[in-house]
């Protein structure tokens, strides 16, 4: 269907003015009883008189997709747990939250942790109500010492005023089917990670979280089954929790006026709105609330003050570097759930895209990334261990004018022989290395063949010549 695009009302940055109608001056830490004059924690309130079969379903009714990179719907994660006890409770279970954030040009969690701690804690305290979970863990970036900090004040004060803690989720509140006593407790923990970009997979932060190297588990079995401290464990993402408050106050059906339908028969549909954080080659980089399907052009040129110092489009990560490239001619590309099927890149993933200009080389682009790749790789999976230093030193040999035309074969046939898809490693870092490289590689062709020799050399031989 067609997108026109548009700004909804505020949903996530109701508090926090975001571009275009808020500049960076205009925010501030939104404190426990600002956050409660504005409508905060209203919507926990009404989950509370509802059975959290109920909350699950409204949730599945909304079709939100976490917002983490990967898309899932989120109440139909949540269904993957096991069913509770005779006594209603869950037994001992674990929420973690992926804070992590440590993908390339993503910051757009860091909004919310930075500016309106409340939000997100209310979505922990709704998720936990619903899945029966007494225990969540915050797990945040290790970078991240100044979110760190925001949210320790904003968990006390969530603990002061009696939504977190033994007394009951809201101070004990009473629902429909009340169990434990008429009330659901929850404790909410921070936890800082350590550094690692692998880290961000789910499973190798719940390894972090127990205090153990950082390695992807192999799967299954799946977190919903058996996750932290080998007990059932749902893992969502900042902004999906984010999403939760407004969702259980205005309904499902009102979340579903957000946003746009698949383009493919029998998709998924994208839904609400994504914050999208905009860097690279624009003029006023940021981060910006829109409705999911906008199109990457009218971010730019209309809410990003176009491409900086006028120059031309040429390319742009459309939500982290694991997703591949946009090309030249994909600048109309739409920023929804569906992109990776139209433009042939991973996926959305984060929604925060990088853009380039005409002067961009685009094989430094492939080299940096592979950098990165080769330094994030956690070295448990031999593919990606050693597919990820062969590719940068073979973009690093091309980059500087030594490599051969047999260099290009030799990096795409890496590239697509190690990943989780092709079902050489555990987790999907491999995947993203090789989806940046070959996309990059396949869209700017010529940028590669004009930087490298041919690999044979034909030798003149003269007939009847002397020996």
């Known amino acids: 269907m067609a997108y026109t695009p548009k700004f909804s009302k505020p949903v996530l940055t109701a508090r926090i003015p975001s571009p275009p109608f808020g500049e960076f001056k205009d925010r501030h830490i939104v404190s426990y009883d600002e956050y409660v004059k504005t409508g905060g924690y209203q919507a926990l309130r009404k989950a509370l ?34 069913k509770p006890g005779p006594d209603g409770s869950g037994g001992q279970r674990y929420l973690a939250i992926n804070a992590d954030e440590s993908e390339p040009g993503t910051f757009k969690d860091r909004l919310l942790m930075d500016f309106d701690p409340h939000l997100v804690l209310e979505g922990i305290a709704i998720a936990c109500y619903a899945c029966r979970i007494p225990t969540a863990f915050f797990y945040i970036r290790g970078e991240y010492h100044h979110q760190a900090k925001v949210l320790e004040n904003a968990i006390k004060e969530a603990y002061e005023h009696g939504v977190f803690g033994k007394q009951g989720l809201m101070s004990g509140s009473a629902t429909q089917n009340p169990f434990n006593g008429g009330k659901w407790a929850v404790d909410c923990h921070l936890h800082r990670g350590a550094g690692a970009y692998i880290c961000g997979e789910e499973t190798a932060l719940l390894e972090g979280l127990e205090g153990k190297r950082g390695w992807p588990r192999n799967k299954p079995p799946f977190p919903a089954i058996k996750g932290l401290f080998g007990k059932p464990t749902i893992i969502n993402n900042v902004e999906t929790l984010a999403h939760l408050p407004s969702i259980l106050e205005n309904g499902s059906a009102w979340f579903a006026t957000m946003g746009t339908e698949s383009t493919f028969k029998g998709g998924a549909p994208s839904y609400g709105t994504k914050l999208m954080g905009v860097s690279g080659h624009v003029n006023r980089p940021g981060v910006f609330e829109f409705d999911l399907g906008i199109k990457l052009r009218d971010l730019v040129e209309q809410y990003c003050g176009g ?130 490289v070959r996309t990059i590689m396949n869209k700017y062709w010529d940028e590669f063949t004009s930087r490298v020799k041919p690999t044979f050399v034909p030798v003149k031989v003269t007939v009847g010549a002397s020996a």
């Not at 699950?56 to 269904?79: C, D, H, M, N, Y």
């Not at 031999?382 to 500087?400: A, D, N, V």
């Open 49 to 82: 008189t509802m059975t959290p079969d109920a909350v699950v379903e409204e949730v599945k009714k909304s079709q939100l997709r976490g917002r983490g990179g990967a898309g899932f719907p989120t109440g139909l994660k949540w269904t993957f747990l096991p």
């Open 307 to 436: 491409m900086r110092n006028g120059k031309k489009y040429k390319g742009a990560i459309p939500g982290g570097v694991s997703m591949g490239i946009l090309g030249p001619d994909q600048f109309d590309a739409e920023l929804d759930f569906d992109i990776g099927r139209k433009y042939n890149v991973l996926g959305l993933g984060t929604a925060c895209p990088t853009i380039f200009d005409e002067d961009t080389d685009m094989v430094a682009v492939a080299r940096n990334i592979s950098r990165f790749f080769k330094h994030e790789s956690c070295g448990q999976c031999t593919p990606c261990r050693e597919g990820s230093g062969w590719l940068y030193q073979l973009m690093t040999r091309i980059e500087e004018g030594g490599g051969r035309t047999k260099d290009l074969d030799l990096a795409l046939e890496i590239a697509t022989s190690m990943g989780s898809m092709p079902g050489t490693t555990i987790c999907g870092l491999a995947d993203g290395n090789n989806w940046a």
